[in-house]
């Protein structure tokens, strides 16, 4: 017994010594690199900069529209073609409603200009009334403009007309890239300003004689109504007092807004090429609160220490005085007296109801956590940084694909372990997770088709390219793994089952399902609870979450919580002698899904802004979709623990 402790407390020690010693990494996940490959641009004094737009974003709509919806001033339909033919967007930007276009704006290198007029034509500087209402609604929504200046997003600055009002984080949300298209209504009387001149603040740095990088890019929004063309002029004196651009219609049915803009250029010595981002990275909510992050660190910690307290009581002396009465029988009455859960060996490996789904449920878990473990791998190691857009996405997509296999394998290992080798529960491992969330994302698709121009609806090509990559990839993927399972993989249980199932007595109140649905899961969701929130402000709030090292920490001890979790349960379930402990095992732990759905509740109650029934389905659409992927995720791993604890508890007793 001493023995045991020793080691027991000795892995827990050295579990300790990792967290330790890995918080050197996890610090320096803070410090952002740039993604390796990424060629340098450089330029000479006087170079074209490229200046191109993104969507239009609003963390109060959260429906994202083309920036040329809007009647800005745009290039011709030709530009457009020849510019979409000539770049590749990825898989990952389409679904996340990301579109690059040109733009007529012109920068060049060192050459600072007070105020130019964009180029177009006097047919797109004039604006209908309808025009002008569907500005005013934007604004009042609170999107946002987004330019992209040598791959760097721009970022706005306080100042112009933003300044002019009373409380600038109740008008304008804390979103690090973009700008907002104007002043809405409820901060300027009744008024709502459109921002037509910007101030373009750009730092760039010498890194070798006579060439430029440019290292970071901010902008100033103004709204300014000019009298007339001349007023836009070398001598342009954006600092003094301008009549505002309103959306309040001019003579006639319509009015001429003139777009114009400024250029600042400024040196720096300090900011290089390899850290750029660092900037854009520092002014994330997740990395200006580093000291939470350790804090809901050590509370994991904490939580851990408390469950191992308990498996150690557990492993090290119930069990320990289990095995010397079930093992150490001194008289034939003890050998036909059994007690606690040697009472249920034959049942303990009984066949589960509903196997072939249970199979599917464990192999897709498997799948998502293969999924999670490897982009957080490749996200530690640098590879999946905001420079290259949409890659966390696309790289998380892939990456369940190729983890199809591993399902496959799983499926069919544990259809060969419960005596049902049906190949129609291989191709519903294949199809129902997948199935679910392709029919989810093609309903919000279809809802968000019924708004004019979104740009989050994936055109055809990536909605094929998708059913290419599940039934031309994955599938296949599954049943390879699957005739794999079959034939070369078999688990024999440890213990005969019995041809009747055994009795189960009435069951303690704690033990009973509803409980064990909701209660234990709170303890895992505990210990991730902090690091949940710091996402949920990267995904709805437009916060940049970059640090993955205290992700992959967090992720580590929901691990380990959730193991300790179902172990002790499914212990004392067969200490009562209830051996229905498939299902239970993977329902302990997953209900943290169900908590995360709760929270995200509370969320959106207390922290968002959501205005519009189509945000409203958006928000707990995607909330559903990964609250079941938290249950079904966490859930394997409670599966997992528990089998491997009843084959090693079970293997160690003597059954006549």
Known sequence: KATVSVLYWGKMSRLLIAVLLAAPLVEGGSQYNYIPGMELRDYAEGDDVEVNVNSLHSHEALVSFDFYSLKFCSPSKLEMKEFRQSREEKLGQVMWGERIE??????????????VRVDCSADQQTLSVADLTRFEKSINNGYRGNFVIDNLPVVAKPGGTMLGTTDIAECFDTAPRGWPLGVPSKCTNGETKIHNHLEFEITINEHTSGRWIIVAVNVVPHSIEHVDDASCSPDFDVTKRHPPMTTAKGPGDAKKIMWTYGVKWTESKTIGWENRWDAYLSLAFTNKNARVHWVSIINSLLVILCLSAVVAMIL????????????????????????????????????????????????????????LGLSLTFALLGFLSPANRGGLITAAMLLFVLMSIVNGVVTGTLLTMFGERKWKVVFGSGLAYPGLLFCLWLLMEIYILSSRNGANTAPVLSVLSIMGLWFGVSLPLVVLGAGFGFNWLKIDPVTKVTKFARKIPPQRWYLELPVLLVVPGMIPFAAAFIEIRFILFSMWQGMVYYVFGFLAITCGTVMITAAEVAVVIVYFLLVFEDHRWWWRSLAIPGGMGFHFFLYSIYYYRTKLQIKTWLAFFIYFETMAVVSISVWIAVGTIGFISSFLFVRAIYSRIKID
Request: with cysteine.
């Open 102 to 115: 040109p733009s007529l704006y012109s920068l060049k290198i060192r050459q600072n200009q007070k105020c």
């Open 316 to 371: 090290l002396r119930t069990l320990h005085m289990d095995f010397n009465r079930y093992n150490n029988i001194s008289s034939p009455d003890e050998q036909q007296e059994e007690m606690g859960w040697k009472l249920v060996h034959g049942d303990v490996f009984r066949t589960p109801p509903h196997a072939g789904m249970f199979s599917i449920f464990v192999g897709t878990g498997v799948q998502l956590l293969g999924m």
